[in-house]
Each structure stands twice: as structure tokens, then as C-alpha cells.
């Protein structure tokens, strides 16, 4: 694994005392393109998501998760934008995230992209603390997904996932290296609670 990544140039600067993997986590680029994820920490991660809180219990959160050199992972792959295409490819692990939009009684389901949304963060906090990075994705024709793995209608490709260990930030193609190192930002706390500080 590469070290030349500046990580404490990523690292949260916080206002407030948070747990290490909060703090620690960001979202990559670089991915090292020979590692690969113990298939007991795939499960400890997607355990991780089963637990997660659900309106009414429904967990109506599914996965499509696909390992680097898979048919599966072509095709997840195929399906991204070209800008994430670009760097994806390294991750070891592309998981689509799927919110079951509809219940088996043809009922809308409310909160089921807001349910797979609190399953992925979960994910996310432990595939951190078991030493791995992740890269959430908006930028996938959900469309080709459908077709590609004959997904229900009831299921909606929300986001993917890309997962694996950090790697070297100057394999990246301007601008994305510079974007590797910046320093993160975020809304001052007092600009995102209303009412009641
Ligand atoms: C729902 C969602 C969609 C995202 N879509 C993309 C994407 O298509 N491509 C990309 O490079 N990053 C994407 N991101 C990553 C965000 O840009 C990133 O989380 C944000 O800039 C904050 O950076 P950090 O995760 O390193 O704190 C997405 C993140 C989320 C949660």
C-alpha cells in the first residue's frame, strides 16, 4: 500500500471530540489497484449496513456487490459516468446500493432512500474502522444497472459504493490529485442547526 497519500491533510478538523473512523474517513480516488478485501471483512461490512436503523423496520436496503476482476464488476463499472469510470477501476470492491422503493403490497415506501442512506453510512463508519476507504457515487445510468442485472421494479440503484485501500494520489490524472490532497471542508456548525443551539 502506498503512504505517499498527505492523510493529514484529509483528516475531519472538527469542533467537537469524534470517534477516530468520523474523523478519519474520506472519500478517495486513489485506490490500490492489487488489493484485495478479505471476503470475512465484505461481511463484517455489510453486517455493519443490516443493522442499521429502518422506519418500521423494513431494512429496505439490497446490494449488488461486486469484486475488481468480475464479471460483475464490468458491469458495474460500464455503468458508471465517465469521470468516475475514470478512477473506479482500482477500488476492490463495487457495491450498488438499492433502496426497495415499493412494498410487496405495491404501497410506496417513504423512507426507503433515506433507510438505505443511514445502511451505507454505516457501512461506510465500519469498512473505516477495519482499515478501508469508500467513495459513494451519484454519477451511474441506473437504467443500465436495471437492465444489466434484471432488477425488480421495486428496487431503485440509489448509489454505489466504491471500497478498498487507499493508494497513491499521484497516479491521478489532474485535476483529480490535486482535488486528493485539499484540504476538506465543511458548513460551520452554527449554520446547519436552526434552532435550539
Ligand atoms: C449520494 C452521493 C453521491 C456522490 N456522487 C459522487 C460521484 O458521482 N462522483 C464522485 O467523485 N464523488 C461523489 N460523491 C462524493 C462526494 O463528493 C464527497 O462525499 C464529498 O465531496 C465530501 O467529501 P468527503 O466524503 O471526502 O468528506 C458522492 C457522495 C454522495 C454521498
Redesign the pocket.
Known amino acids: 500500500m502506498s503512504t505517499s497519500t498527505p492523510l493529514a491533510s ?1 483528516r ?1 478538523e472538527t469542533d467537537a471530540p469524534l470517534i477516530t473512523p468520523l474523523v478519519e ?5 486513489a485506490y490500490d489497484p492489487s488489493a484485495e478485501i478479505d471476503p470475512e471483512v465484505v461481511r463484517t461490512i455489510l453486517e455493519a449496513a443490516r443493522w442499521a436503523p429502518s422506519a418500521n423496520n423494513a431494512q429496505p436496503w439490497r446490494f449488488i456487490v461486486a469484486r475488481r476482476g468480475t464479471d460483475a464488476f464490468a458491469t458495474v463499472h460500464d455503468a ?2 465517465g ?2 469510470q475514470a ?1 473506479a477501476d482500482s477500488a476492490a470492491l463495487l457495491i450498488v446500493n438499492l433502496a426497495e422503493v415499493v412494498d410487496p403490497d405495491g404501497r410506496p415506501r417513504r423512507w426507503a432512500r433515506y433507510d438505505l ?1 443511514q445502511a ?1 453510512a454505516h457501512l461506510t463508519i465500519q469498512a473505516q474502522h477495519e482499515g478501508l476507504h469508500t ?6 445510468d441506473g437504467a443500465r444497472l436495471r437492465d444489466a442485472f434484471g432488477l425488480d421494479e421495486h428496487l431503485e440503484a ?3 459504493t466504491a471500497i478498498g485501500v487507499l493508494g497513491d494520489a499521484d497516479v491521478l490524472p489532474e485535476p483529480l490529485r490535486e482535488r486528493e490532497v485539499a484540504p ?1 471542508r ?1 458548513r460551520p456548525l452554527d449554520e446547519l442547526v436552526l434552532a435550539g443551539a
Open positions: 484529509r475531519a474517513r474520506w472519500s478517495p480516488r458508471l459516468n469521470w468516475n478512477w442512506g451505507v467513495h459513494q457515487m451519484g454519477g451511474f440509489v448509489s454505489v476538506r465543511r
